[in-house]
């Protein structure tokens, strides 16, 4: 068996906070109790966005908007790791196999350290690959840096495996 093929993708995704103390914020499927959530169609989860935006990249299938638009009724307020399963399911069908996803996430709040295992954990066993989390402050610099939202930056690798010949 031998890899006859990988691709790479990038994903981004970016939300503003909202001040509405009802909307929670969640982040690689991680509910952070008492912070601010961020505005959006779906729970606004940044990090599960852009992982399936950089799948769908690195497969040539289009953007996450293409398949979940947020004017489709059917996706207000989804748990964000139901786009991401789908989109994994998705490129699986196109015949790849994610190999990994790598992701920057850029916030002045919350902190990530405290939740970075259970956010990979999720995202990997959603995508059935490994999914790494980091987390960037913007330095106070920009929109970012004045603590109006957050934005994730990913990188996806997948690849078709010819199983006619050996590595």
């Not at 068996?1 to 995704?13: C, E, K, L, N, Y």
Request: overall charge negative.
């Amino acid at each position: 068996m031998s890899i006859d093929a990988v691709r790479v993708g990038q994903g981004f995704d970016i939300h503003r906070f909202t001040d509405d103390p009802e909307r929670r914020l969640v982040l690689g499927g991680v509910v952070f109790e008492g912070a601010r959530g961020l505005v959006g169609h779906s729970d606004a989860d940044v990090i599960a966005h852009a992982c399936a935006d950089a799948l769908l990249g690195a497969a040539g299938m289009g953007d996450i908007g293409e398949h979940f638009p947020d004017t489709d009724p059917q996706w207000k307020g989804v748990d964000s790791l139901v786009i991401l399963d789908r989109v994994a399911s998705m490129v699986r069908a196109s015949g790849w196999t994610v190999g990994n996803i790598d992701c920057s996430v850029v916030c002045e709040e919350p902190k990530l350290a405290p939740h970075r295992d259970a956010m990979q954990r999720r995202l990997s066993d959603v995508t059935g690959a490994p999914v790494s989390v980091k987390g960037r402050r913007a330095e106070g610099l920009g929109a970012l840096g004045r603590r109006e939202g957050i934005a994730c930056w990913a990188s996806a690798v997948i690849y078709r495996v010819d199983s006619r010949s050996e590595i």
